[in-house]
């Protein structure tokens, strides 16, 4: 029942920024984790930001003090802001919430482009 839709991808330069946004429909219920992830050609998906139910926002090694990961609850809305962006940050980035409405459920969005090239 829980839907997310990411926006924000698209081409910049290295150096640049990008703000992505997941915006988060249908029963919740209690949210318990949420989080950015991201997915190159070729490599695995690996978490970039994370905030689990203990509001501890924790970041990959290679993204630290870069990236920053944010959200608006009155609009439903997780973002992650990305600064002083990178080729190598070049992948599809993925939204993920986990929550309870009874049971657990985890559910993802369906991923926005980010390319950074010159």
């Known amino acids: 029942q829980v839907q997310l839709v990411e926006s924000g991808g698209g081409l910049v330069q290295p150096g640049g920024s990008l703000r992505l946004s997941c915006a988060i429909s249908?029963?919740?219920?209690?949210?318990?984790?949420m989080g950015w992830y991201r997915q190159a050609p070729g490599k695995q998906r690996e978490c970039v930001a994370h905030c689990t139910s203990g509001g501890v926002i924790e970041y990959a090694d290679l993204v630290k003090e870069r990236f920053t990961l944010s959200r608006d609850n009155a609009k439903n809305t997780v973002y992650l802001q990305m600064n002083s962006l990178k080729p190598e940050d070049t992948a599809v980035y993925y939204c993920?919430?986990?929550?309870?409405?009874?049971?657990?459920?985890?559910?993802w969005g369906q991923g926005t482009q980010v390319t950074v090239s010159s």
């Open positions: 993920n919430v986990v929550g309870l409405t009874g049971t657990y459920y985890n559910v």
């Open positions: 249908g029963r919740t219920g209690r949210i318990v984790a």
